[in-house]
């Protein structure tokens, strides 16, 4: 099975602030990765797939990166709406999922 | 629109059997992959597995293969999720979610709403 690993678990930041969210896989993935964004009590949202294409209808500054095994999720200038539980997931095993456990992005 | 409407929330007693629903719309349900995500309380995503309503190929999750049972109705563009015998473990909101193809794999385009499930005696 492929592992999925997020760092950090959670981070507190500002409005205003640039973060950036680090996935690593246990093996090469060939950009078969996602982001998804979950808000409390709602389903995920997708946000990038491919690593860096960002998926309609969301904003731009949400941004991926990576190759190989490490992959990045970067937002510029956070904003209140983006207060959030922000998931990888790898889809290199078609079908066969592995999610990252998550980051809490939260308030300072 | 795509649309993707799961049934209610549950509360059952352990030993007890279960079946949810996901209602899905605006698409053609027998070309499309229909999956279930797991989602324990205050925990991460978990992929349960996922059908082909078109010839019902099924693919299990091995956490998974053996405890659930997957399975659609054409007739009514509808996916079922399925327990013979509950466990209190299995307390946890399950999303069902349409798998979109990208290159040789699927990331997920669309999510259901969520079905919570509580299984408590």
């Known amino acids: 099975d492929i592992q999925l690993t997020q760092s950090p678990s959670s981070l507190s930041a500002s409005v205003g602030d640039r973060v950036t969210i680090t996935c690593r896989a246990s093996?090469?993935?060939?950009?078969?990765l996602a982001w998804y964004q979950q808000k409390p009590g709602k389903a995920p949202n997708l946000l990038l797939y491919?690593?860096?294409r960002l998926q309609s209808g969301v904003p731009s500054r949400f941004s991926g990166s990576g190759s190989g095994t490490d992959y990045t999720l970067t937002i510029t200038s956070l904003q209140p709406e983006d207060f959030a539980t922000y998931y990888c997931?790898?889809?290199?095993?078609?079908?066969?999922?592995?999610f990252g456990q998550g980051t809490k992005v939260e308030i300072k | 629109e795509v649309q993707l409407v799961q049934s209610g929330a549950e509360v059952k007693k352990p030993g007890e059997s279960l079946k949810i629903s996901c209602e899905t719309s605006?698409?053609?349900?027998?070309?499309?992959?229909i999956a279930w995500v797991r989602q324990m309380p205050g925990k991460g995503l978990e992929w349960v597995g996922t059908?082909?309503?078109?010839?019902?190929?099924?693919r299990y999750s091995p956490s998974f293969q053996g405890q659930v049972t997957i399975s659609a109705d054409k007739s009514i563009t509808t996916a079922y999720l399925q327990w013979s015998s509950l466990r209190a473990s299995d307390t946890a909101m399950y999303y069902c979610?349409?798998?979109?193809?990208?290159?040789?794999?699927?990331?997920?385009?669309?999510w259901g709403q969520g079905t919570r499930v509580t299984v408590s005696s």
């Open positions: 979610v349409r798998p979109h193809p990208d290159r040789s794999g699927y990331y997920i385009d669309y």
């Open positions: 997931q790898q889809y290199y095993t078609a079908l066969s999922w592995t």
């Open positions: 093996q090469g993935i060939s950009n078969y």
């Open positions: 605006g698409y053609k349900f027998n070309e499309w992959w």
């Open positions: 491919a690593a860096s």
């Open positions: 059908i082909f309503p078109g010839d019902s190929d099924t």
